[in-house]
């Protein structure tokens, strides 16, 4: 079975907690995912253009929030008002799904861990490729849940667990946010990468201390091979170009890879590229397990090929 690559893999992993086992949790971490392809970079095909103009845009006109909810009515609003704001498309019950499993994703934001959601849609105009709905959100808040503590093992690159613990952005004794916990994931993540261990996962089992409503979380790190890069290639770049590129190189063959260095050279030369790129979508890795080296591949065309 190929392994997946890192970033797929902390995401989904993430989504597998995060999200109590709610289709959201999948969707969310696509979304994620999404971020860091070429949207933006290059035309879409004949067929996802045919795709996208024949998929209604849906406006939440209206989003009621009800049930015996305690969070304070500012926030409410708050999250109402985001949520009507975003642009969506598809159909009006699948968009009423994504604002109700979005609802809920807030809640859990706020502490709400095992908070339930169920929602009902109405259309209130509907035209050629356009719907207005208003959509009402019974909402179950559950208790409110504290972060207790993270602890961490396999961690043996990094022994120091509270240098791993740094790289949360929050604090035992906080309200519990998933969000939160997803940021310091992906720090996590990041960290490893710039020592070379491209194919880390992290497993977050969690721990509910029902009568003190507290949460703790034990992040089971599977490290896998530190890499070292076997030969690093540039791609789009005529040749004048490319060979004064290649001088800047921060990661070289035989050097132990550095995501942190690699993302840097993209961005030191993020003028040959077009607007709205995402760095890291133009740093592809091709592992070789069995050897413990990467191909390291920087692609600057405009319409990058998998």
Request: one cysteine or more; aromatic letters at 6%.
């Amino acid at each position: 079975m190929p392994r997946m690559s890192m970033g797929k893999l902390v995401l989904l992993y993430a989504a597998y907690f995060l999200g109590c086992n709610s289709l959201m949790s999948a969707q969310l971490a696509q979304a994620a995912l999404a971020k860091t392809q070429n949207a933006g970079v290059c035309r879409p095909s004949s067929s996802s253009v045919g795709e996208q103009s024949s998929s209604s845009q849906v406006t939440v006109a209206e989003l009621l929030l009800e049930g015996d909810l305690h969070m304070a009515i500012s926030e409410q609003e708050r999250i109402a008002a985001s949520l009507k704001r975003r642009e969506y498309s598809g159909s009006p019950e699948g968009v009423a799904s994504e604002v109700a499993e979005r609802v809920r994703a807030a809640w859990q934001n706020r502490g709400y861990f095992k908070v339930e959601v169920q929602e009902d849609a109405k259309t209130l105009t509907s035209g050629p490729g356009t719907n207005r709905i208003a959509v009402a959100v019974q909402v179950v808040e559950g208790p409110q849940y504290r972060l207790e503590k993270i602890t961490f093992k396999n961690n043996r690159a990094i022994s120091n667990a509270h240098a791993l613990r740094s790289l949360f952005p929050i604090k035992d004794g906080d309200v519990f946010s998933r969000e939160q916990i997803a940021k310091g994931l992906e720090t996590l993540r990041n960290a490893y990468g710039d020592m070379g261990y491209i194919n880390l996962t992290s497993i977050p089992n969690t721990h509910l201390d029902e009568a003190r409503m507290l949460i703790g979380l034990d992040i089971d790190i599977d490290e896998g091979k530190q890499f070292l890069v076997r030969s690093v290639n540039v791609l789009g770049l005529d040749e004048n170009v490319s060979r004064d590129t290649q001088k800047d190189l921060l990661v070289k063959p035989g050097d132990i890879y550095n995501r942190r260095l690699a993302s840097m050279f993209v961005r030191d030369h993020i003028s040959l590229m077009p607007a709205d790129t995402s760095p890291e979508s133009r740093i592809h890795l091709n592992p070789d397990e069995k050897t413990g080296t990467v191909v390291v591949t920087f692609d600057f065309r405009f319409c990058p090929t998998e």
